[in-house]
Structures are given as structure tokens and as C-alpha cells.
């Protein structure tokens, strides 16, 4: 059974930097689609970032590109979400999720990931 425990997160200022991290525990990271998603106050979950299993690829919901960087240590089984400039309208839960046989026209579809952190609360003061 897959696990993802998350950690960072916490309240910053606009501007800041915050770097999120996801440790998997189980079987077969390196060949699992990992993601992040968040959930801001009152809306949906919304896709953040991804690295699709096949080719390692990252995907990134278009208003966050430039600013946001998923990235990996198949080494360590981690995930990490590096997030600069940070805005007000950033504050959400954030979620790390994991899935193993996820196809890329799902990439950004919560309801398609079997595995999911706990969720952390990043807080964005303007």
C-alpha cells in the first residue's frame, strides 16, 4: 500500500518563497505519476503540477508556470513542490498525490489518483 506523508508548508508573505516535500512509502515510485493539487478556500481542488510516469515530463496549470517547480529523488522516493512569488491567491490546502497506472488525458484530473497525502495549509499574506 502506498503511503505520502507531507510536510512544509505554514504562512509566509507575498513575495516568499515555500518548498513543499512528499515522502512516498511503498511500492514502485519511480514508475508512478506524482502531483500536487490544492484547495483553496470555498473552490475545488485544482491541479497544480505534475510529473507523468512514462516520460517524466512536467506538467503545470498554465497560470503557475514560471513560478512553481515540481520535481523528484527516485533515490529518496520524495516529492517537491518549490513555489516562489508567492500571491495571496496561492493560499490553499496542498495535496501530494500518486498513482500508478494514471494515462496522460487524466493528468490533471483529481478523481484519477488513488493516493493521497494528508494535505498542508500554505497560507499567502499580502
Known amino acids: 500500500q502506498v503511503q505520502l506523508v507531507q510536510s512544509g508548508g505554514g504562512l509566509v508573505q507575498a513575495g516568499d518563497s515555500l518548498r513543499l516535500s512528499c515522502a512516498f512509502s511503498g511500492r514502485a515510485f519511480s514508475t508512478s505519476t506524482v502531483a500536487w493539487f490544492r484547495q483553496p478556500p470555498g473552490k475545488e481542488r485544482e491541479f497544480v503540477a505534475a510529473l507523468f510516469r512514462s516520460t517524466g515530463r512536467a506538467y503545470y496549470a498554465d497560470s503557475l508556470k514560471g513560478r512553481f517547480t515540481i520535481s523528484r529523488d527516485n533515490t529518496k522516493n520524495m516529492v517537491f513542490l518549490q513555489m516562489n512569488n508567492l500571491k495571496p491567491e496561492d493560499t490553499a490546502v496542498y495535496y501530494c498525490?500518486?498513482?500508478?497506472?494514471?494515462?496522460?488525458?487524466?493528468?490533471?484530473?483529481?478523481?484519477?489518483?488513488?493516493?493521497w497525502g494528508q494535505g498542508t495549509q500554505v497560507t499567502v499574506s499580502s
Open positions: 498525490v500518486a498513482d500508478q497506472r494514471l494515462i496522460l488525458s487524466s493528468l490533471r484530473l483529481p478523481g484519477q489518483y488513488d493516493f
